[in-house]
Structures are given as C-alpha cells and as structure tokens.
C-alpha cells in the first residue's frame, strides 16, 4: 500500500514570496490533515478535509495560508506571502473516515526554510 | 494553553534497560491516547494506542499505561534498542475530534 506522499522535500524562499505545497492521501483515505511543526515542538494542525469539505480550519492563518482539496484526493496549501515564522516542516496526513479512534498516517513532510 | 506535555526534552537510555516516556494531558474529557515515532526527515509513525477504559495496552516490546486520576500517560519499551532512538510524541483526540500532540521526547539509545 502506497503511502502519503508529499512535494516538494525542501523548500528555501525569501520572506514575502510564495510557496506551494501538494499532498496525496493514501487511497480511499476521506480525511486529509495538514499540520504544521516548528523545530522543537509537535505538530500543530492548520486544516481537516472530510473528502473536499473542510472540518476544522481554526487554527489557519488565514490572511496568508489557504488550502484546498479538490476531488476529495490531492491537496495543495499555500502560504502566500510568507514570513520568518512560517519556516517549518509541513505534514501531511490522512486516515480512513476521520471518525476519531483512527490513527494517522503521515507523509514525510516539507521542510520550509524562509530567508 | 499546552493540553499534552511532555516535559522531558530527552531521554538516554542503555541497550537492553526500560524506557519509559511520560505525558500528562489537561482535560479529563479527553479518552483516546496515542503515540507516535518520528526518525530525522520522516514523518510520524503510529505506535501504539488506548482508550480511556483500558489501563494498559501492550505490543510487543511497548505498552502503554493510562492513569485517569492523574491525567498521565507513560510508554515503556523493554527491552530498549538502538533502533528504538527516535522522537516520541503523545498524542490525545480532543473533544473536537483532532489530534493534539504534545512536544516529543527525544529518546537516545546507546550501545
């Protein structure tokens, strides 16, 4: 069974600039997850998809990130303009119906780097 | 407003000793609990879970044990190995349904 995967592995931009991460979910997984994690910390969640529909985008900057899912499979987040404090790994996970009692199953992650 | 801690950093352990990571949650409505190990440039991996039921749960060389009263989780890894030196998170499902980490123990076995 294929994994989560996710592109691209690294990324170095300038502040200000924009940058696209893409994500696809292990297949027949309904709910998508991006999370953030800062160095040192655990992962913090930005946004939950149940097929294309978002669950819980609290915690989403959203004066700068968006995402979306288009199709209920792929997802794309984008942080556009980017500051200092974004820099991070970016985590993308999914699982069977996101009922809860469901463990997740992450990609390897972006390392974002912003200069 | 942390919900899962972790206050241990680090940890170093010797081949072949016990483990044992601790984690301490806020909210008591909180009843299913996992962890998950995480190796440089990888994501995390699902280890082991337990429900707020249960008091032990064991696979193999890990379990984990679930004290209500006190809010705390702990895993134990016997016999501890090389391989087993990762980053370990807790983590809680929240009333909202979405997984809240704690922070990680980096755990370092040595030969």
């Known amino acids: 069974e294929a994994g989560v995967a996710q592109s691209p592995r690294y990324k170095i931009i300038e502040k200000r600039q924009s940058v696209a991460f893409w994500c696809n979910p292990i297949s027949g997984h309904a709910t998508l997850y991006w999370y953030q994690q800062i160095l040192g910390q655990g992962p913090k969640l930005l946004i939950q998809f149940q097929n294309n529909g978002v669950v819980d985008d609290s915690q989403l900057p959203k004066d700068r990130f968006s995402a979306e899912r288009l199709k209920g499979v792929d997802s794309t987040l984008k942080i556009q303009p980017a500051k200092l404090e974004d820099s991070a790994v970016y985590l993308c996970?999914?699982?069977?119906?996101?009922?809860?009692?469901?463990?997740?199953?992450f990609g390897s992650g972006t390392q974002l780097s912003v200069l | 407003d942390q919900q899962v801690k972790q206050n241990s950093p680090s940890l170093s352990v010797q081949e072949g000793r016990i483990s044992i990571l601790n984690c301490d949650y806020t909210n008591s409505m909180f009843d299913y609990f996992l962890w998950y190990k995480k190796y440089p440039a990888e994501g995390p991996t699902f280890l082991i879970s337990i429900s707020s039921i249960k008091d032990k749960n064991e696979d193999g060389r890990f379990t984990v044990f679930l004290n209500k009263s006190a809010k705390h989780l702990s895993l134990h890894i016997v016999p501890s190995q090389p391989g087993d030196s990762a980053v370990y998170f807790c983590a809680v499902i929240n009333y909202g349904q979405n997984f809240v980490f704690g922070p990680g123990t980096r755990l370092s076995v040595l030969p």
């Open positions: 996970a999914s699982s069977h119906d996101g009922q809860g009692r469901e463990k997740l199953f």
